[in-house]
């Protein structure tokens, strides 16, 4: 029993320190922005776009998100951390959806 209270009071110390680490998120207007990606996730399709107002924006890929290069249609995994991107995007209740990406490096 000393043990499960151990466990559980280590539990609900370290949670309020997983909501302190995440980073704020920003939803904007509808429209184009350029940016930095700050953080691409493969493993959920999504990316973190640092814009030159200095909002952050997450986005997640869907099958109608359009990613080019150069005017050329490319895969997910030519996204990099740093890159610079022009994103197009539509404002839906609280999130935003990624219309097209345009790698611009």
């Known amino acids: 029993m000393k043990n499960v209270k151990s466990i559980l009071l280590a539990f609900l110390l370290f949670v ?51 990613l080019t290069q150069n005017g050329q249609t490319v895969n997910f995994d030519q996204l990099r951390e740093g890159g610079r991107v022009e994103v197009e995007v539509e404002k839906v209740g609280n999130r935003l959806e990624p219309r097209a990406v345009r790698i611009l490096e």
Request: include cysteine.
């Open 16 to 66: 309020p320190f997983l909501y302190a680490c995440q980073e704020k998120t920003d939803v904007v207007e509808s429209g184009t922005y350029q940016g930095v990606i700050d953080e691409v996730e493969a493993e959920k399709s999504e990316i973190y776009v640092k814009t030159e107002d200095d909002k952050r924006l997450e986005l997640y890929f869907n099958e109608s998100t359009e």
